[in-house]
């Protein structure tokens, strides 16, 4: 296995980023719900007002893997970080790669002071619960998700 490099996002890597995210979608077999546009993508995460800062999991300059997060407010604890998506092509897997991101996540959640970090999970998706299950994560069969769409 080649050197895995852990870096910050950068505005160029949003076409990968976006591909990978349409590859999480497919993944969580909802591949028609990514509506967003790549200049939408760009400007929330790298304008003057961003509001999501990203991970990216590199081998040889191509971006395998990625974790996108963002601040959120909870009146309970303060400051939290949301992990909104981590996700690592399926060739790519069981080399580490989501461990290393993982733990830059909570190096940069503890940098920043933040007072935790919270995310969903399908509960089908074993895979996943169980790595969580590795970091000791508490898991809420209790909260019920809602949205809307505006």
């Known amino acids: ?47 003057q007002q961003s509001v999501w800062w990203a991970f990216v999991a590199e081998i040889e300059d191509n971006v395998c893997g990625f974790a996108l997060y963002y601040i959120r407010y909870s009146t309970w604890k303060g400051q939290r970080m949301y992990l909104e998506d981590i996700y690592i092509e399926p060739e790519m897997r069981g080399h580490g790669i989501g ?28 895979p996943a619960l169980n790595f969580y299950k590795k970091y000791n994560a508490k898991f809420d069969n209790e909260w019920v998700n809602c949205s809307i769409d505006f």
């Open 99 to 126: 461990a290393m991101l993982f733990e830059q996540l909570i190096e940069e959640g503890k940098k920043r002071k933040l007072h935790g970090m919270v995310w969903q999970a399908l509960e089908w998706n074993e």
């Open 1 to 47: 296995m080649k050197e895995i490099s852990i870096r910050r996002a950068k505005p160029s890597d949003c076409p990968r980023l976006l591909e990978l995210i349409k590859g999480l979608a497919l993944y969580e077999k909802a591949p028609e719900e990514v509506t967003v546009t790549l200049e939408h993508f760009e400007e929330s995460g790298f304008g």
